[in-house]
């Protein structure tokens, strides 16, 4: 199979299915036979994708926490715990990624640069200097505009009506 230049996908906005978008590009890949990591910022290690794809050849998950919280839920020291934790764990998966991977997904990144809990700069140096081949894969809620650029595929997911919104819960499966 010819290698191709890597691309940097951006998924992000305040709908339902960034997520989703990101591990099917995943799949897809995988099926096509390129090597795939998977990183889930911001989660523990139990999301419902997981279970499926993590049996899937040619799909590695790179471990987490095994329990997580919201941002706005952390004191101040949890909050430096976790800028500390995702700080070496951004540099594991990115140094694994080079070593044997054709596309590295890096689900929530935005999110954890946007609640302070990872450096933005340490990311963009990393997508302007990672290895030629690598495709990469960002997801979250609002990135900054030099992310926006940085980006060769961008795509907002802008929720329109939400069950949330009317005070449902989020569903075993689907959320």
Do not use: W
């Not at 299915?17 to 591990?23: A, N, V, W």
């Not at 889930?40 to 095994?66: A, C, H, P, W, Y």
């Not at 961008?154 to 009317?166: L, N, R, T």
């Amino acid at each position: 199979m010819e290698k191709q230049t890597g691309l940097v996908h951006l998924y992000y906005g305040d709908g339902k299915g960034k997520t989703t978008t990101g591990m099917g590009l995943c799949t897809r890949a995988a099926g096509y036979g390129l090597k795939v990591l998977i990183y889930q910022f911001m989660k523990d290690n139990k999301t419902s994708e997981r279970n499926v794809l993590q049996s899937v050849e040619n799909i590695t998950f790179m471990n987490g926490l095994d329990a997580e919280k919201f941002s706005i839920c952390m004191n101040d020291e949890e909050r430096k715990a976790r800028l500390a934790f995702y700080t070496e764990q951004f540099q594991r998966v990115t140094k694994k990624a080079e070593q044997d991977y054709d596309l590295l997904f890096l689900d929530e990144v935005i999110y954890t640069i946007q609640a302070r809990l990872l450096d933005e700069k340490m990311v963009l140096d990393y997508l302007k200097s990672k290895p030629e081949n690598l495709e990469v894969i960002l997801t979250g809620h609002t990135p900054s505009q030099t992310l926006i650029e940085v980006a060769d595929y961008v795509s907002e997911i802008k929720k329109i009506k939400h069950p949330y919104d009317k005070g449902k819960c989020a569903r075993m499966g689907i959320e």
